[in-house]
């Protein structure tokens, strides 16, 4: 069976319930999540061995993360100890005309002060077939992306696939470098690369050639093959560069598609209405999580793989919280065209 390890942040979430606006709320859900622990508890849940490292605190609070992970069958046995805090973000969903907000609380946390050398990891990644990381690691701190890029370094002396999400995010990057100073040495190591323009351009300032990538609500794959080349060009160890496909009708109504290059074929996945969205956060961690299984479980088919992570995201958006708790039948069964939603008996 082959093995997996992911790395970054798992966070408490906190949400109003329902709908309610941050100030409506006078109790808040719990969830745990994060992106790497994301695609973690999805790759477990489709049956892989898969194990997540980060740094928690020596608290309740970092014991109740932890009883998720190992709730849903993720791997913790690499997991620091130690810190001030767990971080935190509090999720005020939207609806229709009325996007989501997050606000951070995640300063100071276990993980922002994890440090090079902390992790063994020649002995992680032993017996380990692939390694996930994404852009909102190295964005925490300094000593989280060193940490990064010595995983990244290690797993290619060891010959483990490299795989990446790009995942910019614009509030996180405050310890004063910029990203272009620190993800191309890290994204270099990679073999798979997923990542939309916006990714593109805030990380390595491309931008798509000659053509407006977004049509109001709907999306061109072709428009992004501009990109996909560019990334591949300027990190050439990368054998497949994916981006997901989001056309935005509202809050709750989005298309949902993706579009995956290899060095010579544009594979493109059918496109999803989702018409009632129920929460949309881990979307991309979805079909991370799906991409890296189908190219486990396909042989590395890219256009079956692709389908499925596309596939799996589009039900994401039905489950609430960060982690995709689907299953793989329940995936194929979309693949296959079977959108009713009929009552499984």
Request: hydrophobic share 40%; proline share 3%; aromatic share 8%.
């Amino acid at each position: 069976m082959k093995k997996i390890v992911t790395f970054g942040e798992i966070m408490l979430r906190l949400s109003p319930p329902g709908f309610k606006r941050f100030s409506q709320a006078n109790s808040f859900d719990v969830v745990y999540g994060g992106g790497e622990s994301n695609v973690a508890v999805s790759l477990a849940n489709y049956g892989l061995q898969c194990d997540f490292v980060t740094r928690l605190p020596n608290n309740d609070l970092g014991d109740c993360a932890l009883m998720e992970l190992r709730k849903r069958g993720v791997g913790t046995s690499n997991i620091l100890r130690g810190g001030e805090r767990l971080g935190i973000y509090f999720l005020e969903t939207g609806a229709v005309s009325r996007g989501s907000k997050v606000v951070y609380d995640r300063a100071h946390s276990a993980m922002s002060s994890i440090t090079k050398g902390m992790v063994d990891w020649k002995s992680v990644f032993q017996d380990v077939d692939w390694f996930h990381w994404t852009g909102i690691t190295p964005a925490i701190s300094q000593g989280a992306a060193d940490a990064c890029l010595e995983a990244i370094q290690t797993a290619n002396e060891m010959g483990v696939t490299v795989s990446t999400d790009l995942n910019y995010r614009k509030k996180l990057w405050k310890y004063g470098k910029e990203p272009g100073e620190v993800m191309p040495e890290l994204v270099a190591g990679c073999d798979i690369i997923l990542g939309n323009e916006e990714d593109a351009e805030k990380h390595f300032g491309l931008h798509p050639e000659g053509v407006d990538v977004t049509h109001g609500s709907s999306v061109d794959g072709k428009s992004y093959l501009s990109v996909l080349k560019q990334l591949q060009e300027m990190f050439p160890r990368a054998k497949k560069v994916i981006t997901t496909l989001r056309g935005s009708i509202s809050a709750s109504h989005n298309t949902w598609s993706g579009v995956l290059y290899d060095g010579e074929t544009l594979f493109e996945a059918p496109t999803y209405d989702i018409t009632h969205i129920v929460d949309r956060v881990g979307g991309g961690d979805s079909f991370m999580a799906g991409l890296i299984f189908g190219l486990i479980h396909y042989d590395n088919d890219s256009q079956k793989a692709l389908n499925f992570a596309v596939a799996a995201s589009c039900l994401k958006h039905t489950i609430k919280g960060d982690a995709n708790l689907v299953s793989i039948d329940e995936v194929e069964k979309l693949m296959s065209g079977d959108a009713s939603g009929r009552v499984s008996r």
